[in-house]
């Protein structure tokens, strides 16, 4: 077995080992270093995004977040240096230059990202002194992320992109900004959601300086040091920008989520506490009240139909996982497995407190290994991302996209609706009936 798994019982102490390198030759659901930052950086829309390698490396992350934008697509386009047999025996710098130097006068973009992917790290072109060319003559960021996939796994990716965003940061004009300011860290905007995130936080009179990086705009990140405070919601992904933002200039950060009705009611009051405003605070606890008045009720009739249903987690961050957890709880809904790609010791002990005993607690896990717990725990849905959803289906278990892919809000107050909607009309579907579950050996 690859991965780190506890079948927790009560009272026991959680004995994992995370935070590591897959097993080599195995196959993990975890993403490489190449991937990771390209999904934090590509909702930067008026950006150019080159990945300088071959071809496949582009197409495998193109459109990867589907991440809206309220104005300019530039980030829609994947551009690549498609390096081939000859640019990896006799190097690929030319070839790089030639194409930022086509692309960013053909695009105009406000900033240029070259990711560096596996072949570049091995044949050793020399990013940093190309993207320092182009930059001279071109009058725009140009940013290299060293990104080569066999470095690390996605966390790895992560810590490339906070990098390269960091570049930026400091370099804009913050004259303007007020003192009750902050930037929205770790959401992607996937089906709108940071607009409805910012909507909350203007009604409570909050001013945000940065979208990090959903709807995301070059010039904001550059002011973005300019806020009061940072709001991180992926941990994972983001909080490496934050503590380098909070070293160099002194602004906190908090964690959130925006998922489910606790976690988003909490991050709104987090950050007029943060402030000390009474009356933001007041405004903030009729905004949850007026929310609540809307979709409770409604929730509570899918939880007369899904009040004991099995659900299992497995996605990309742990901190995620603690908000589906309770998203669950409030459908009357058992989680019987809970596992991430990136989670660390501390976020697996955390997991542990809330879950219930006999729960299976995974890292880094396989598809069969997922297959195994899914027929073990007599599964009804199963949430996910892309690469686990054949898993659900070839088993006859119900699935719920939680990742890049999906395009139904699931954040904010109506992304809870929205997403007991989508549980229990997978749940609850009659194409059950025609494929039965695939059940293996409980130990319940």
Request: aromatic fraction near 8%; charged fraction near 25%; proline fraction near 3%.
């Amino acid at each position: 077995m690859q991965n780190n798994v506890i079948d927790k019982k009560e009272g026991a102490d959680l004995k994992i080992s995370c935070d590591k390198e897959s097993t080599a030759g195995a196959v993990s659901q975890r993403a490489c270093v190449f991937c990771g930052s390209r999904v934090v950086l590509y909702p930067i829309a008026d950006a150019l995004h080159l990945v300088h390698g071959p071809i496949g490396c582009a197409v495998y992350t193109w459109d990867i977040r589907g991440a809206l934008s309220s104005g300019p697509e530039l980030h829609r386009l994947s551009f690549s240096t498609d390096l081939q047999e000859k640019d990896v025996i006799f190097g690929g710098e030319k070839k790089l230059a030639a194409a930022l130097d086509e692309l960013i006068d053909r695009h105009n973009p406000k900033a240029a990202f070259v990711y560096s992917t596996c072949i570049v790290g091995i044949i050793g072109d020399d990013l940093d002194a190309v993207c320092r060319k182009v930059e001279k003559e071109k009058g725009i960021p140009v940013i290299p992320v060293k990104s080569e996939g066999f470095k690390g796994n996605k966390r790895e990716g992560y810590r490339a992109a906070c990098n390269a965003m960091f570049r930026l940061v400091g370099t804009g004009d913050t004259s303007g900004i007020p003192e009750k300011s902050i930037n929205i860290l770790g959401d992607f905007n996937l089906a709108g959601e940071i607009w409805m995130i910012r909507e909350m936080y203007e009604r409570i009179g909050v001013h945000i300086v940065a979208n990090i990086t959903g709807d995301g705009r070059v010039e904001h990140i550059k002011r973005a040091h300019g806020a009061s405070l940072n709001v991180v919601q992926c941990s994972g992904a983001t909080m490496g920008l934050a503590d380098m933002m909070k070293k160099e200039y002194g602004i906190p950060a908090i964690r959130v989520s925006y998922f489910g009705i606790e976690d988003m009611a909490e991050s709104i009051y987090a950050v007029a506490e943060h402030f000390k405003d009474d009356e933001m605070m007041r405004k903030a606890r009729e905004v949850v009240k007026e929310e609540l008045s809307i979709i409770y009720p409604k929730i509570q009739e899918y939880r007369k139909a899904l009040s004991g249903k099995k659900a299992a987690i497995y996605v990309g961050g742990a901190f995620k996982a603690f908000s589906l957890v309770k998203a669950f709880r409030l459908l009357g809904m058992d989680v019987v497995m809970v596992g991430s790609q990136t989670g660390t010791a501390s976020e697996y002990r955390e997991l542990q407190e809330i879950t219930d005993p006999g729960t299976i607690i995974v890292d880094d896990s396989n598809p069969l290994e997922l297959s195994s717990f899914l027929q073990e725990k007599n599964v009804d849905i199963f949430v996910g991302g892309v690469k686990e959803r054949p898993i659900a289906y070839k088993l006859g278990v119900a699935f719920c996209d939680h990742n890049h892919e999906r395009k139904e809000a699931l954040a904010g107050f109506i992304g809870m609706l929205n997403f007991a909607k989508e549980v229990y009309s997978s749940v609850m579907s009659p194409v059950w009936r025609f494929m039965p579950k695939v059940e293996g050996k409980s130990n319940d």
